[in-house]
């Protein structure tokens, strides 16, 4: 979500050993407002972490409040059991926006926007904290209902565990534009460019218990393609 | 990609410690059929591996084939230098299928698919299995298109990476239909149900320098949205 808190951060994130890529460095963006976009576009990460001495990396919807973010689970999921004294964590968000069709196999691409983060996150025992990161996941996938629907109850935010990770360690990466092929191969009888990839809503589809006096909300993200296409 | 080798799988991947979900064990599924058609459906992955004691998280390309996953990188990439004698890791695919509202916040979720396979990747060095991964990879994202394009040269694959990772310990998880309210929130003046979400694909958009003698290839996927919707 865009709101922030009073603290006004640095201009960037930065560069660490662990947000400078081996590769393709050019992509690379430490910008806050870059990140910031990147991260509020999206609603769902795969969070990774450590267990039993290996990987496990899981989707979850997140929420970006200022330079907080916050993953929100069962108080008896993996990861949030195991924030309790901090969980060094990378959460990752990805949007693919073309496939990156080159004449030769080598230089086939996807153009992509990704953060990575990096960092400790902990488990937020705060009551208020958690109920602002519940209302923070609802509103970072469908801004505007949090304020539409029944706030969680005291049972319910006792059964709910929140993480929250600071965006400290983060690091945008973006791949855009067309194939870039071998000088020696623009003459190979092979189409070549960019095919569009998009998320795009469907005609919402109402619970078969729904009152039929109850109207679509306006806030509902309108059927149609986002993003790239 | 869905050719599958000579040797015929077993019909389902054991249940392990890392593969029975913590919670929601109803959703996950141990099917073959299942994991594989999940898997093919998607091209990008979400790679998570251990690097200097902290978890990394990398969206990557993938290709299935049979019981095996490629993913490919430059030969100076983290994941693939450290794989040559074994690296330990988290492959998971996520197709996200509708936002979920509920009449509680609490209750707010998402339809979602995804694949996890935990285990031990390792370098392709033979060269031969190399280009059939990196065709894999090709296939994966655009059915067709391997043999419609420049295949790899033996600088190009000498420059490539590829790791093989072994479908073995895998589980899919799937989050669908409605929202489950409490019953005592059924009569709450919100709208509830499910905005469906899709992968849309646009309008190819040809090369720059592209000979406009080359038609359009009939394998590219239609535009218009995939999936859920």
């Given at each position: 979500m865009a709101a922030t808190p009073a603290a006004t951060p640095p201009p960037g994130y930065p560069a660490t050993d662990r947000t400078v890529p081996t590769?393709?460095?050019?992509?690379?963006?430490?910008?806050?407002?870059?990140?910031?976009?990147?991260?509020?576009?999206?609603?769902?990460?795969?969070?990774?972490?450590?267990?039993?001495g290996a990987?496990?990396?899981?989707?979850?919807?997140?929420?970006?409040?200022?330079?907080?973010?916050?993953?929100?689970?069962?108080?008896?999921?993996?990861?949030?059991?195991g924030a309790a004294p901090g969980l060094p964590v990378c959460l990752t968000v990805t949007h693919v926006d073309g496939l990156v069709l080159a004449r030769s196999a080598f230089h086939h691409s996807i153009n992509y926007r990704s953060v990575v983060v990096h960092g400790v996150a902990h488990q937020v025992t705060d009551a208020q904290e958690r109920a602002l990161a519940l209302d923070a996941i609802v509103e970072q996938a469908v801004p505007g209902r949090a304020a539409d629907s029944r706030r969680a109850n005291a049972r319910e935010l006792a059964a709910t565990a929140v993480i929250r990770l600071d965006l400290k360690e983060v690091s945008a990466k973006v791949r855009a534009g067309g194939p870039n092929d071998e000088p020696e191969d623009v003459t190979l009888p092979y189409w070549t460019g960019v095919v569009p990839v998009a998320r795009t809503y469907g005609t919402p589809i109402p619970a078969d218990d729904l009152d039929p006096a109850i109207a679509l909300p306006a806030y509902l993200p309108p059927a149609g393609p986002r993003g790239a296409v």
């Open positions: 590769r393709s460095r050019e992509r690379a963006a430490y910008d806050r407002e870059v990140v910031h976009a990147l991260l509020d576009e999206g609603y769902v990460c795969h969070l990774g972490f450590i267990r039993d990987p496990v990396v899981l989707p979850t919807l997140y929420a970006r409040y200022g330079e907080r973010l916050y993953v929100h689970g069962s108080t008896g999921s993996r990861p949030l059991r």
